[in-house]
């Protein structure tokens, strides 16, 4: 999976996260300057930072969250990243989302710090958002990436 000598740090996520800014939404997509999804942009910083896909991922449609019912976003994010308390968040972590109680997280983003988010979004490029207090609400769960140091 990932080299366990290799150092990690949440500046240089953030940084490459954020040269990631302007590339346009894009379903399935994780090519920085070219396409992305909120999915793929997690995907393509974990590329960089570990130099290997995380995992193959399936094909997904824009409604797979409804349509599975299964919290398949939480699942992979337990299976790659190492969950922490909400709270504890910090940037270079990864943030999950529900857009409404009791449905299933179908939105991801990277902490850039409190309180700026990066994220891409349907028929928005990639860009930094303000962690409003309404984001705050639909935010469920935070991951780290492996091996980050402070």
């Known amino acids: 999976m990932t080299d366990s000598h290799l150092v990690v740090t949440r500046a240089r996520i ?3 996260a954020r040269t990631w800014s302007g590339t346009p939404y894009h379903h399935q997509a994780s090519t920085k300057g070219v396409g992305t999804d909120c999915l793929g942009l997690v995907r393509g910083i974990y ?10 991922v399936p094909g997904y449609s824009s409604d797979w969250a409804e349509a599975s019912g299964q919290e398949t976003l939480f699942e992979a994010a337990r299976l ?8 504890e968040a910090r940037g270079g972590d990864v943030l999950l989302f529900r857009w409404r109680a009791r449905t299933v997280a179908k939105h991801v983003g990277v902490l850039l710090g409190r309180p700026r988010l990066i994220h891409a979004f349907e028929d928005v490029p990639v860009c ?11 935010a469920v769960a935070a991951f780290r990436f492996p091996g980050v140091i402070d």
């Not at 590329?47 to 193959?56: D, K």
């Not at 958002?129 to 639909?138: G, L």
């Open 14 to 16: 953030i940084m490459i």
């Open 47 to 56: 590329r960089e930072v570990y130099g290997v896909e995380a995992a193959p």
């Open 80 to 87: 790659h990243l190492h969950e922490v308390p909400l709270p």
């Open 128 to 138: 930094e958002i303000k962690m409003t207090p309404w984001w705050w609400r639909h």
